[in-house]
C-alpha cells in the first residue's frame, strides 16, 4: 500500500516558478515508478513528467519539455517537480501517481496509486 500527499501548489504569475512535492508512504517507494499528471477545467487528465525507480529515467509531456524537471529521492520516499517559466495553460490540478513498477510510462491507466491533487494557478 502506497499512500501520496502532494504540497507546493499556489498561484504565481506567468514566467514563474513552482515546486511541487508528493511525499509518499510505503516501503516499496524506492522500487515504484512515479508520474505526475495534471487536470485543467473541463479537460480530461494530462500526463507531464514520469521518473523510472532510481530517477534516472525520465519522461516529459512535449508541452513542458525545458520547463519542468522531476526528481525522485528514494532516501527521502518523495518525488518533485520543479516548474519553471510558467505559462497560463500550465494552470491545472496536478497529481502525483505511483505505479508498482520500475519503468515509467506516460500511461495514467498504468498507475494505481494516486495523491489528491494541489492546484496550481498561473496568472497573465
Known amino acids: 500500500q502506497v499512500q501520496l500527499v502532494e504540497s507546493g501548489g499556489g498561484l504565481v504569475q506567468a514566467g514563474g516558478s513552482l515546486r511541487l512535492s508528493c511525499a509518499a508512504s510505503g516501503r516499496t517507494f524506492s522500487s515504484y515508478a512515479m508520474g505526475w499528471f495534471r487536470q485543467a477545467p473541463g479537460k480530461e487528465r494530462e500526463f507531464v513528467a514520469a521518473a523510472n525507480w532510481n530517477g534516472g529515467t525520465t519522461l516529459y509531456a512535449e508541452s513542458v519539455k525545458g520547463r519542468f524537471t522531476i526528481s525522485k529521492d528514494n532516501a527521502k520516499n518523495t518525488v518533485n517537480l520543479q516548474m519553471n517559466n510558467l505559462k497560463p495553460e500550465d494552470t491545472a490540478v496536478y497529481y502525483c501517481?505511483?505505479?508498482?513498477?520500475?519503468?515509467?510510462?506516460?500511461?495514467?491507466?498504468?498507475?494505481?496509486?494516486w495523491g489528491q491533487g494541489t492546484q496550481v494557478t498561473v496568472s497573465s
Open positions: 501517481a505511483a505505479r508498482s513498477s520500475a519503468v515509467a510510462t506516460t500511461t495514467s491507466q498504468l498507475y494505481f496509486y
